[in-house]
DNA sequence: GTGGTGACGACAC
DNA sequence: GGTGTCGCCACCA
């Protein structure tokens, strides 16, 4: 595949648009399905580059394992729990209410080798 | 090629 | 149970 793009960082990018509406995951959960489960740091990154994405990224979905929105810093004011209120999740103090229901780690298995 | 960094996670105390 | 520390792996200067 001619991609410009590195492959780790789509592979964080179409996970993350896999989350369904009013549903919310993890760094973890992302890294571990990429295959890297012990860099989630690298999850966090690659979100902090969506906008390279070729697609819309739901980035304001991905919370951190407590589910505080550890990355609200990197939206314009507090657009990202703007956006997720809009789903109707909760989020008090920079943590999503619910957090444990919410979560969505049912990725589809996209096996193709 | 090397060093530092980063939207985190798990473990130790 | 909170805090501190290490690990981790790809990107950027």
Redesign the pocket.
């Known amino acids: 595949m001619g991609d410009d793009l590195?492959n780790?960082?789509m592979k964080v990018w179409e996970l993350t648009a896999q989350v369904p509406y009013g549903r919310v995951t993890?760094?973890?959960?992302i890294?571990n399905a990429i295959g890297?489960k012990?860099?989630?740091?690298?999850?966090?990154?690659?979100?902090?580059?969506?906008y390279l994405a070729p697609f819309y990224?739901p980035?304001?979905r991905?919370v951190?394992?407590?589910g505080l929105l550890?990355?609200?810093?990197?939206?314009p004011g507090n657009q990202?729990q703007e956006l997720l209120e809009n789903e109707g999740i909760k989020v008090i103090d920079n943590q999503v209410k619910k957090f444990k229901e919410l979560f969505w780690q049912d990725w589809e298995e996209k096996q193709c080798e």
């Open positions: 590195s780790l960082y993890t760094y973890g959960a890294a890297s012990s860099s989630a740091r690298f999850v966090g990154i690659a979100l902090a580059h969506c990224v980035a304001h991905v951190n394992r407590n550890t990355g609200r810093h990197h939206f990202m």
